[in-house]
């Protein structure tokens, strides 16, 4: 075998055990960061759900529930996905809350071609007008799927768990 072959085996092998271990827990911290504030936003904060028009089967809650479980979800969805705990289950929630709260505040009030619809996909509506703000909850979506299909990764409780229990 050539050395060139040895040293790219080599960096593959290194990279993959970084690839397992250092993006599953940067995505963790980001995501627990928003989540966590924004669920720190909510309980310092009024609740605001009332004026908010959710989609069934969620609007059968009141908005004081409403307002409660997703403060309560974000906070300690924060909180598990820091220490790599529940980590699929917690993206799975934070991801079904995010669809929520995009169908419920960020998605276009109203919209007749594509390409309205696609100017919604901005982090703030700047004009007001209607079009939505969708950008930044579709890419906390994107970045939990890794999190829910390949897991919380080496530097977590869940892989700690993974190794005691299943030996």
């Not at 705990?85 to 929630?93: D, H, K, P, Q, V």
């Not at 419920?104 to 996909?121: D, F, I, K, N, Q």
């Not at 969708?134 to 190794?163: C, E, N, W």
Request: aromatic fraction near 14%; proline fraction near 5%.
């Amino acid at each position: 075998m050539s050395t060139s072959l040895r040293v790219y085996q080599s960096f593959q092998h290194i990279s993959n055990r970084i690839g397992d271990a250092l993006p599953p827990l940067v995505l963790r911290l980001i995501l627990a960061w928003e989540f966590g504030e924004a669920g720190y936003e909510k309980l310092m904060g009024s609740n605001w759900f009332a004026d908010v028009s959710f989609p069934f089967p969620f609007s059968l809650l009141p908005p004081e529930a409403s307002w409660h479980i997703a403060t309560w979800f974000e906070l300690g969805g924060a909180a598990l996905l820091v220490l790599g705990l529940a980590t699929r289950f917690i993206s799975l929630s934070l991801i079904i809350l995010t669809i929520v709260a995009i169908a419920a505040v960020h998605w276009p009030a109203e919209w007749h071609s594509l390409r309205e619809l696609l100017t919604g996909y901005r982090i703030i509506d700047e004009n007001s007008d209607g079009l939505g703000n969708y950008k930044l909850p579709l890419l906390y979506i994107v970045m939990f799927l890794p999190l829910l299909f390949r897991g919380a990764g080496t530097f977590s409780l869940d892989h700690l768990l993974q190794r005691r229990l299943f030996k």
